[in-house]
Each structure stands twice: as C-alpha cells, then as structure tokens.
C-alpha cells in the first residue's frame, strides 16, 4: 500500500453494485477502495467468481472491507459471530483485501436509547445491562478469537467502537486493542464517531501512531450531547458540517500516522445524486486535506 492512500467509500454509491463503485472510484481518480461486505456478498451470490473479481478491480487497492458487527456478542449468539465473521473474511480474502472492519454493539442506536428510558428493546441490546469492566472483558475475549481467525485469512482486523455504544472513544478503543494483544488488530479514527464521543483533535494528536490502520473523513451536524443518532446528525455532504477538517486530518498527520484515508457518506440528498460527481469532489477534498 503507498503512503497516504486515497480510497473510495462504498457509502458513496450506497445503493450501488460492486461493478458500479468501481467504475465511479476509477472515474474520480481514486487507486484504492473501501469495500462493503453486503455488496461482495450479493456479487458472488449472483455467480461471478474470485476470478472476476480480481479482473475488475485490474489493480485496485482494497485497504479494507466493512463491516462485522456487534462483536460483543456472547452466549448462544457467540457461534452466529464466529460465523458471521468467517464468512466476511472470506469475501475479503477473494477482493485481496488487507483488512476488516470490526463495530461495536449495539449497532441499533435504538436499543441504547431504550435502556436509557429504562425500556425493553425489541433491538439486540448486547451487554448493555453488564458493568463496563465485564463489557471490556468480553469485547477483547471475542477480539482475540476473531484476531487469531483473520490471522489464517492475513488480514488485519480495525476497530471502530460506535459512538453510541458502550466501548466508544479512543481511550476505550486502544485499551481494547491493548487488552486483545493481537498485532493484527488496530483502529480506523472516524471523525464523526470522534466528536460524537467528545474526542478532539489533540487527542489524536497525542495518540501512538501505532494503534491507526485507517482513517474516516467525515461531518456532522452539530450535536447537543445525548445520545448520538448516526442518521440524523451524519445527513449533510462532507465540508459542509460543523467539523474543521482541516484540523481533524492534520491532527492525524501530527501522529506521523501514513496510510489509507477515505470519506464515508450518510448524505441522503447526495445518496440519491449524482454519485459520480460526489467521488469527484470527495477525492479532491481528501488530496487537499492529505496531500496539500
């Protein structure tokens, strides 16, 4: 992978094929893309096979592929992760792609807000209802099972805890990393989930550049605190939010961290635009704030 990569993010073309996103990435100048899991399944699904695969992409960098969630899950839902899990790794294996994006749960943000209210969920809850040390402890058992799988796979695992969740912010995140004590398991620093968290730029400035696999350019509302809820406060173009990029990629830059980069999209109105066009200026905004 060359030093300060810039990738396409299948969010971009959300409601897009694998042949699609490819297509838009190569037109706007991107070398390398962020794949989505559910896109490769439902390529293969229809017959094509790694072979074809490997002929579209002609080249193209596949720094990661998202996402497996939840992966607090335990009890009689641990087998479901296990398989969950081996069955991304291998769509990411056939893409050639160098690692996997792993979430923390509860992906539903309702559910938090129901146990918030005091209120049973219909949502999976996770551990929700345990002490945060044993949160800790199950979350980095499981990471440590899931780290020795993707191992057979060579493929590094990144962490993103939501910012809704329990294990959200950097400090919980490196002290999973750290507790997994797996080399192949690291973090990609989402903006959004950042700020949401109440993270700032100078602390990623102060972090080890070591514990960064990737990074997620993105914007946001503003948020008045609460529980974050991704689909609203995600809903704007990127550089149009109350977020100073500028400020949150040179924050990175300050760690000495060189890698891939890329801008995920929650907009909507751009959902439903012209996709072409948003890659364009997505990777023009991404080369100046990494490049410039």
């Known amino acids: 992978m060359s030093l300060n990569e810039?990738?396409?993010?299948?969010?971009?073309?959300?409601?897009?094929?694998?042949?699609?996103?490819?297509?838009?990435?190569?037109?706007?100048?991107f070398s390398a893309i962020e794949m989505s899991g559910s896109k490769l399944q439902k390529y293969f699904d229809v017959g094509y096979q790694a072979a074809d695969l490997r002929a579209l992409l002609n080249g193209f960098s596949v720094p990661g592929v998202g996402y497996l969630r939840d992966i607090e899950r335990t009890g009689r839902l641990e087998s479901e992760l296990m398989n969950d899990a081996e069955q991304l790794f291998t769509l990411a294996a056939a893409a050639g792609a160098k690692g996997v994006q792993v979430l923390t749960g509860p992906i539903n943000v309702q559910a938090v807000i129901d146990y918030k209210e005091g209120k049973e969920s219909q949502f999976y809850s996770g551990l929700l209802r345990h002490d945060v040390e044993e949160q800790k402890k199950v979350t980095a058992k499981n990471l440590r099972r899931l780290a020795d799988l993707a191992s057979q796979f060579n493929l590094i695992l990144y962490l993103e805890a939501l910012a809704w969740t329990p294990m959200t912010g950097l400090s919980n995140q490196m002290e999973l990393i750290d507790r997994t004590d797996r080399r192949n398991v690291k973090m990609v620093i989402d903006f959004w989930h950042c700020y949401t968290s109440g993270d700032t730029p100078e602390d990623i400035s102060r972090m080890d550049k070591n514990y960064l696999y990737g990074v997620h350019v993105c914007d946001s509302l503003r948020f008045e605190g609460g529980v974050p809820?991704?689909?609203?406060?995600?809903?704007?173009?990127?550089?149009?939010?109350?977020?100073?990029?500028?400020?949150?990629?040179?924050a990175v830059k300050s760690t000495g961290y060189q890698g891939w980069w890329s801008c995920e999209l929650f907009c909507l109105k751009q959902h439903q635009g012209d996709s072409f066009k948003v890659a364009q200026d997505h990777f023009k905004l991404l080369n100046n704030l990494v490049n410039g």
């Open 6 to 29: 810039l990738a396409f993010h299948c969010t971009v073309a959300r409601h897009g094929t694998v042949a699609l996103d490819l297509s838009i990435a190569k037109s706007a100048g």
């Open 229 to 250: 809820n991704e689909d609203i406060l995600r809903d704007v173009p990127t550089g149009e939010g109350v977020l100073n990029l500028k400020e949150w990629s040179d």
